[in-house]
């Protein structure tokens, strides 16, 4: 039950804010057949979209840097990252070599049953899992949810624009580090949208969290929350005080994210 808190907490939150800097267009849809003349049924409510075209952001002021390869991209991660975290705070908490490709490994994971830690992009919460009671009363322990709370507090009080902003200067290698995983002709900026609305979809945990220890490892005494995936898991064990700060933050950042969906310009233009 030892995994790492920050994929979520920041991976996600980094991933699905930069995906407002990703400019895509999608060629425009016919128009609709017209009904019928002899029934005026009410319009259905339109699908939910699952390709997430960005509006151009407003010409910058110079022209960026050119990137360097992804393979030699850690440098320029951390300078940019730096801006928004302290450097130590960096070596504290992410796994730096590599570091564009373990947060794009770990964002894809967190809606799967594991997420790898050798791929992972942060380092596991210090401390031990704390529980409580014995046998059938046996439960996640309240004091366990404190080792999150510095945590959530951080990922709370970053400033999105700013995010933005860092992983717009970055987000091409973001997009090459998914097509190499294994998607070359998926947008990595869709499947943030995916895993913010997975995560969004976790049920509220009871007042009381009972476990299991068959083996080694902890599990979920509740058959439907062991069958969570790796990412709503970590939610429920941060604590409901933690996860509702960090629901409400993925919320606000979905709501910016989607916001800026392109629209078709009139007369095709591009």
């Known amino acids: 039950m030892n995994k790492p808190i920050w994929p979520l907490l920041l991976a996600v939150v980094l991933g699905i804010v930069g995906s407002i800097a990703w400019y895509l267009y999608q060629p425009d849809a016919p128009p609709p057949a017209p009904p019928p003349q002899a029934a005026t049924p009410a319009p259905a409510p339109p699908a939910a979209p699952t390709h997430y075209p960005i509006e151009d952001a407003a010409p910058a002021a110079s022209p960026p840097k050119p990137l360097p390869a992804l393979d030699d991209s850690d440098a320029a991660a951390q300078d940019a990252l730096a801006g928004l975290v302290e450097r130590q705070t960096l070596s504290d908490l992410f796994q730096l070599k590599g570091l564009i490709r373990r947060i794009v490994a770990t964002i894809d994971n967190l809606p799967r049953e594991k997420v790898s830690a050798r791929l992972s992009s942060f380092k596991p919460v210090p401390g031990h899992f ?105 939610l429920l064990r941060m604590g409901p005080d933690n996860a509702a700060v960090v629901k409400g933050k993925l919320q606000e950042i979905r709501a910016e994210v989607t916001s800026r969906v392109h629209r078709p310009r009139q007369g095709g233009e591009r």
């Open 130 to 234: 704390a529980t409580a009671g014995t046998d059938a009363a046996l439960s996640i322990s309240p004091a366990n949810y404190q080792r999150y709370t510095p945590y959530v507090r951080l990922a709370g009080a970053v400033d999105a624009r700013k995010l933005a902003a860092v992983y717009a200067q970055l987000y091409p290698l973001f997009q090459q580090a998914y097509a190499d995983l294994g998607y070359p002709n998926s947008y990595f900026n869709d499947r943030l949208v995916q895993v913010i609305d997975h995560l969004l979809a976790t049920p509220a945990a009871p007042a009381t969290l009972r476990l299991v220890q068959p083996n080694l490892l902890y599990q979920y005494a509740d058959p439907e929350l062991e069958s969570l995936s790796a990412g709503q898991k970590i």
